[in-house]
């Protein structure tokens, strides 16, 4: 009688054990940035969708759900409250164009979260690569450039758990790392100069078809930062010379910045040996 208990209950045992959640909730504090402030007041779009942004993903029978909104509305104020003399925030483009006085708009949007769970590390770490698209608008709501940033951020492997605390790290690790790389190299950009000169940015009109000017224009001006691994902390980016460097570090006894993890329907662990990040825009470069 009680092996038949036991067989009965099996099957709901299996169900339950197939069930697994990792449920990230990145969250954490930018340490101040040291920088000199754009002479610019600017509106920053953070819509309903990118605060609420959660990723869904499963992975051999395990349910991964990264809520990134409420780390990315923070961490966004912080960073567009320090590199600019005053930011405004909205939830709509169209409610941004009303605020007068402003010298241009910015829309950050998550555009791809991918990670490497410890297991597919190989047990060492777990990995977390974040891409962010940040659109830019003349005050009038034109969109004048686009800006592509990614953020890498590694944690340490779980000695007990799914891992939900180590994703967790690693990911507000990515969001400190693109933070980082904002702040120190917006303002060697083309599209920042009439910005530090307290001007509004102004749409440019669309260069005649196999023109001087179009080649130039589908040129990106790339700005690279390769990571830094230290012992026991990890600065994630490294600024251009002659910048001021903001600290973009993972929490003490995290392990050496993870690769990145392209994004894919059922993504593979990191290669080897991973290409620098790059912050991109597709203005030309200035003569």
């Known amino acids: ?91 709509d483009l169209d409610a941004a164009r009303k605020e007068p006085g402003i010298h241009a708009i910015f829309e950050p949007r998550i555009e791809q979260f991918s990670f490497a769970s410890a297991k597919e590390t190989g047990g060492a770490y777990c990995a977390v690569t974040i891409r962010y698209q940040i659109y830019i608008y003349a005050p009038d709501g034109q969109q004048v450039d686009m800006l592509t940033l990614t953020g890498y951020g590694s944690g340490p492997a779980p000695k007990i758990g799914n891992g939900d605390e180590e994703l967790s790290i690693a990911s507000y690790s990515a969001m400190r790392d693109a933070a980082a790389k904002f702040l120190t190299q917006f ?30 224009a589908a040129a990106a001006v790339s700005i690279e930062a390769l990571p830094i691994n230290e012992t026991p902390v990890v600065a994630s980016s490294a600024p251009q010379a002659g910048s001021q460097t903001t600290p973009a570090s993972s929490p003490p006894g995290s392990p050496p910045a993870s690769p990145p993890v392209r994004q894919e329907p059922q993504a593979s662990p990191p290669e080897t040996d991973p290409p620098p990040s790059r912050m991109t825009s597709n203005r030309p470069a200035a003569p």
């Open 187 to 216: 303002q060697g950009l083309d599209v920042a100069k009439p910005l530090l000169a307290s001007q509004a940015l102004t749409p440019k009109l669309a260069p005649a078809p196999g023109s001087a000017e179009e080649a130039a």
């Open 1 to 91: 009688m009680k092996s038949r208990r036991l067989l009965s209950l099996l099957p709901l045992a299996l169900m339950l054990g197939g069930c697994v959640a990792v449920a990230v909730r990145p969250e954490g504090d930018l340490p101040k940035p040291l920088i000199v402030a754009t002479p610019a007041k600017v509106a920053v779009v953070v819509t309903n969708e990118a605060a609420n942004f959660v990723h869904k993903e499963t992975r051999a029978s395990v349910n991964y759900e990264a809520t990134l909104g409420p780390a990315h509305k923070q961490i966004i104020e912080e960073i567009f409250n320090a590199e600019f003399r005053e930011a405004k925030f909205f939830a």
